[in-house]
């Protein structure tokens, strides 16, 4: 039963070969980001694609220092920094 299932199973709709994934509209030019333990890691990486895309950013995390090291490497002028304990 299970073989004749998958085999009439309908195909998935989306295919990224034929058209690019729509944009979420939160996702857009001058919006604004929050985002925590930004300093390094997914949370950097996260601020970087935000800010490529036009958003305003707003970088939280413990240290103050990387923080700032980090708002460096981020090409948008739209970068807030501030050094708080979200826990």
Not at 25 to 31: D, I
Not at 46 to 61: N, P, Q, T
């Amino acid at each position: 039963y299970a073989i004749v299932r998958w085999k009439y199973r309908k195909p998935n709709r989306y295919n990224p070969k034929e058209a690019p994934m729509p944009a979420h509209p939160a996702l857009a030019a001058g919006r604004v980001a929050v985002i925590t333990g930004a300093a390094s890691g997914i949370g950097l990486a996260a601020a970087r694609r935000f800010a490529s895309i036009g958003m305003k950013v707003c970088l939280a995390d413990l240290s103050g220092d990387a923080l700032v090291r980090a708002a460096a490497t981020i090409d948008s002028k739209n970068v807030l920094t501030v050094a708080t304990d979200v826990s």
